[in-house]
């Protein structure tokens, strides 16, 4: 079958409903194929049932799913918890307790996740459909609009007629040669200051394909009491109220936590609990 359209989405992060109004919106414009380039699980409440439902799209209606590093970090964790001497308490089990939440939702599934490819390969006819997490290097060697071409050529496989990526949560599309690079942002944590849910339509035209970055609205409030109800907040300790707020905002906030604390939690100048709030504190008499 020759495809005419074709939704690449990534990012989903545990938001189910984010996830849902996703789903809805491909009801109604009927692609040919659906891509999910990473990232299902981890940093939102609802890990489980997200990857519940892309795996049940992917066996009822052909959708195609590869890993990104938050597959990857479970997975390691799946691998650690098992050795002896892995902590339960202290700081190294501190930082680790969104993994521990996001496996307790999933372990059940966790030789399917690591089926999973890292890229995807789709014949449009000709040319092809190249899909990764974040770029040929590496799963968090992120695309941004605004890298340099001689950059671009390198995190890219320029031999592609469309190269897709998701990874760094804000979305572009751009031409460079021959490729139409997109990324499709994130389904349930962007970081443009934008909470809709994002993700990209491909289309083919009669002079080559052509990329749409489409925002959708979903039930913010929804996601908010499910950080609340499912226990994430008290399972996951003070990194659950970042992640949080990043929903709420539609910022990053926990790439600017860590360099800002790591050293002086590791050191123990400081904990956990008193740097999220000193950091949030901050953030929002700058908001």
């Known amino acids: 079958m020759l495809m005419e359209k074709i939704a690449v989405l990534a990012d989903i992060h545990g938001n189910l409903a984010a996830l849902h109004a996703l789903v809805e919106d491909l009801e109604l414009w009927s692609p ?9 699980i981890n940093r939102g409440p609802q890990s489980g049932p997200c990857l519940d439902l ?13 890993r990104g590093n938050h ?13 002896p001497g892995f902590p339960g308490t202290g700081l190294r089990y501190e930082i680790s307790r969104i993994l521990d939440w996001t496996h307790s939702q999933v372990a059940d599934k966790i030789a399917t996740v690591a089926a999973l490819p890292e890229q995807l390969r789709i014949d449009l006819g000709g040319p ?7 770029s040929v290097r590496h799963d968090r060697d992120g695309l941004t609009r605004d890298s ?19 990874h760094t949560h804000v979305p572009f599309t751009r031409r460079l040669g021959a490729t139409l690079v997109v990324n499709t942002g994130s389904v349930g944590l962007p970081f443009d200051g934008d909470r809709r849910a994002a993700y990209a339509r491909l289309t083919r035209a ?41 929903i709420q905002t539609g ?11 790591h050293d002086r939690i590791m050191a123990g100048a400081i904990s956990v609990d008193e740097a999220v709030r000193e950091f949030l504190s901050r953030f929002d008499r700058a908001a």
């Not at 597959?71 to 050795?83: P, S």
């Open 251 to 261: 910022r990053s906030l926990l790439f600017d936590f860590i360099p800002t604390y």
């Open 54 to 66: 892309v795996l049940t799209m992917a066996g009822e209606q052909g959708w195609r799913l590869i």
């Open 71 to 83: 597959e990857r970090y479970v997975l390691t964790y799946d691998q650690d918890r098992r050795r």
């Open 148 to 166: 340099p071409d001689d950059e671009l050529r390198r995190q890219i496989d320029p031999a592609a007629a469309i190269f897709c990526v998701g």
């Open 206 to 246: 009669r002079e080559g394909w052509r990329a749409q970055i489409v925002r959708l609205p979903y039930d913010v409030a929804a996601t908010e009491r499910a950080f609340h109800e499912s226990g994430m907040l008290e399972s996951v300790g003070a990194h659950g109220h970042l992640m949080l707020r990043e």
């Open 32 to 40: 040919d194929l659906v891509v999910v380039a990473g990232d299902i």
């Open 128 to 134: 092809e459909l190249v899909v990764y997490h974040a």
